[in-house]
């Protein structure tokens, strides 16, 4: 939900399906749609309860229309009612109206949200940065060290202190190895949206700014080694893959996503990925390319480095 | 729907909102599910008309989950059905039933399909293709220029003979000036999916592959006049806009794509897309650079340019 590709989560809901709730919803406020998504069938709405334990307090809802079930299609045909809404030759469109059991509506409420959770879910404009090789010297890099965010997250897997049940590979090489596992964001259950991360074992490397020539053979290795375990644990070849990595990354230590064609992954689009294979080939023809090329990535509103490059007369 | 992010469609329905189609679906055979995207709630279905005039064709029967309409929220809160799904602290989810006028299905029925209109819909595999300078130059350009695909409605637009009415900016000198006008996918009603196509009045650059320094001042003259007349228009700033070229494309006269920084408009992914201010940046390091590098793309399965690749035994 965060479009970071690689964010963690950790909460684990308990499932509670026996409770009933009918109208809670009855007297519900809508202050403000936070956000809103046509082709994703969501929605995100800033509220106040209107009945209940929780009547007015600040509420987050978020509506989300939910997919077809293909165990369902055959009642679904024959219960709907149909409303012809225009014809032309072969094609026609109609409104369908199934019953309410066939088409439900998974709603989730935060109650009571704070300030906190509003900012979260609230649709932040995005702003497209052209950053120089000067600018991550004079702004970016400063501005990561004086931040020092944790990855002792990524260290615990490295050092199988925390989810070593979930390792698809390793390759233990200190210099060129790394460790291959799923993302948070995808459940395995499926492969149309397989999403793995590699890792790397070295831990001075921030990110795509700090890559050169001496690092190729750590990058050749995690393109074919992350490609070969793929296709022997899931049987999706490379040519299927798309390997790429992130500038800016949403966290500081190098790592690398492997998501299948076809799957529209957030954080997959031209403006914040980059493909190993045009990586390795830059840094072939020119070992400084990452330390002095203009790098364009978007930022949310409020983002602190936003406010950096903004103070420094950069944006 | 092509994916293509500029395709043309010509087709213009007649309304006819008066009549009638009850439970036209009742008897729909599914034969096989085509497609379906849980993100995008919809999924495209081959099947067989079960009563009615169509009774046993072919058909395709599109179906997709509508947006939220915020004009209908107030009724849906008080008119929908609640089933408690899971609560942890201060989180909860529900299955949601709203009445049915509430959340309707969009139904697209085909019929009678032929064969080629089941192969249009049908999903296809994708396979990602690494591109050298020498196969362009030994299969790709020789396919291109067999094929001569037919690019008249472009000549068209800059000739004025077609959309002169669409056009929302234009620069007519013959070496450096180009046409902007919206791409057929927008609908111009709002801006979220805002996407423009600038079309150069040069006819000789069929692709990416084409271009060398001497294309700079064309180059950056679409990027900063493009930028300012969508500025201009319709007050979006440079910095929330994506600006790239496609490559493969999906005709081979030069046009460079506009689209809003948010709108994850098809075709701008990473493995697609290529971001105008990086291809300047490789043009001013080294002329040759398009013409030398290996570049990745998707090809679907059934497009006739794989076939070549693989016949010359390069995938």
């Given amino acids: 939900a965060t479009g970071d590709g690689d964010g963690k989560n950790t909460k684990k809901p308990v499932a509670d399906p026996g409770s009933e709730a009918g109208s809670m919803l009855a007297g519900f406020q809508t202050e403000k749609i936070m956000r809103e998504s046509s082709r994703e069938k969501n ?34 045909f024959k219960t709907s009612e149909l409303k012809l809404q225009m014809r032309n030759d072969i094609y026609s469109t109609y409104h369908m109206h199934p019953p309410a059991h066939l088409n439900d509506i998974k709603a989730t409420v935060v109650c009571p949200a704070t300030e906190k959770h509003i900012k979260k879910y609230q649709s932040q404009e995005l702003f497209l940065i052209q950053e120089s090789g000067e600018d991550y010297r004079n702004i970016t890099l400063p501005y990561i060290q004086e931040q020092s965010f944790s990855v002792q997250w990524v260290y615990n897997i490295l050092e199988k202190k925390a989810e070593a049940d979930r390792i698809v590979f390793e390759d233990p090489d200190p210099q060129n190895g790394f460790v291959l596992l799923p993302d948070f964001k995808w459940d395995q259950k499926q492969l149309d949206d397989l999403y793995l991360i590699a890792i790397c074992h070295q831990r001075e490397i921030k990110s795509l700014r700090d890559l050169t020539r001496e690092h190729l053979p750590l990058l050749q290795n995690i393109q074919q080694q992350g490609q070969e375990a793929i296709m022997k644990r899931y049987s999706v070849p490379s040519c299927r893959l ?3 990595l992130h500038y800016q990354p949403s966290y500081y230590h190098l790592h690398v996503h492997f998501t299948v064609l076809g799957y529209e992954a957030p954080g997959c689009g031209v403006e914040r990925a980059h493909l190993l ?12 390319h990452y330390r002095t090329r203009t790098l364009t990535y978007p930022l949310r509103a409020d983002d602190a480095l936003l406010h950096k490059l903004r103070e420094a007369g950069r944006f």
């Fill in 43 to 76: 929605i995100f709405i800033h509220g106040k309860m209107g009945s209940g334990p929780n009547e007015g307090q600040d509420a987050v809802l978020i509506l989300e229309k939910t997919p077809f079930r293909e165990d369902s299609l055959a009642e679904l």
């Fill in 242 to 244: 798309r390997v790429y």
């Fill in 277 to 288: 294979s045009d990586v390795i080939q830059n840094l072939q023809t020119d070992t400084q």
